[in-house]
């Protein structure tokens, strides 16, 4: 069950491991592997809006990257079995995400949620999008009438989301950010001075040059090499769809709480 209320680091950390936002994760070694190799080989898929041009064309380049940022293990020569997510590096994360939320909020500033993996990040976004209101930064509106090859963009309770077939969709485009972003432009409307999203969503706005931050899995490298080249501002490593959302609220409470925003 989530822990009432806001949570210490100690208890947090505990709690992530708990419920496998971080330690021992879902995703095993082997799919991250596969995804470490496709994303050096150039299968923009896992570029995540990204332009990577051929940078990360090694795939032991991008596991060096993945443990030091993400805490998966750092043996090439493990191919097989159980991955990890480092829950220091998370709650790091979390505090580093929380500063930037801070400067927002102390500036008034338009902010931009986005996630491609609604089935379990969607409330820490809709939380966090509430607590900034609430300080005085304004929400972003996204234009109508937006869609992509995959679907149609619009907001649920704040967020910008991709609906297809009456479902909110799971996807790992840049698309979506993209055209809404280019949708702002054609109304003569400022851009968003942050975006805080995952997957596609935050590696495109890192990528067009506004302020990002974002959620990424383990089997999700390219946000963590965007945040080493600086186009992503923070990246938070954690399983991005365990199997509870509620499991995620004593993370948002800590976010929120270092962020000055409860």
Request: glycine residues 10%; proline residues 6%.
């Amino acid at each position: 069950m989530p822990i009432p209320g806001t949570p210490s680091r100690a208890e947090l950390v505990d709690h992530l491991v708990r419920t496998r936002i971080a330690g021992d994760v879902a995703t095993p070694r082997e799919n991250n592997l596969s995804h470490y190799r496709k994303l050096a080989n150039g299968d923009r898929h896992y570029w995540l809006g990204l332009e990577l041009g051929d940078r990360w064309s090694d795939e032991q380049d991008v596991l060096a990257v993945m443990a030091e940022r993400c805490g998966v293990n750092d043996d090439p020569e493990y191919r097989y079995g159980q991955d990890t997510i480092d829950p220091e590096l998370t709650v790091a994360a979390l505090e580093r995400m929380a500063s930037r939320l801070r400067k927002a909020a102390a500036g008034n500033q338009r902010v931009l949620f986005a996630t491609g993996h609604p089935g379990g990040l969607l409330d820490v976004h809709r939380a966090t999008a509430a607590a900034l209101r609430a300080a005085g930064c304004e929400i972003m509106v996204i234009p109508e009438g937006l869609h992509t090859d995959e679907g149609y963009v619009f907001q649920f309770a704040d967020v910008a989301v991709l609906e297809r077939g009456a479902t909110l969709w799971h996807t790992h485009s840049g698309e979506p950010m993209r055209t809404i972003l280019g949708g702002l432009e054609h109304e003569g409307r400022p851009l968003p001075d942050l975006v805080v999203a995952d997957h596609g969503w935050a590696g495109c706005a890192g990528q067009l040059g506004v302020d990002s931050v974002g959620y990424a899995d383990c089997n999700d490298p390219a946000l963590f090499l965007a945040e080493a080249e600086g186009t992503v501002q923070v990246t938070v490593p954690l399983d991005d769809h365990v199997t509870s959302p509620r499991h995620y609220d004593p993370m948002t409470a800590y976010l929120l709480s270092e962020a000055g925003l409860t």
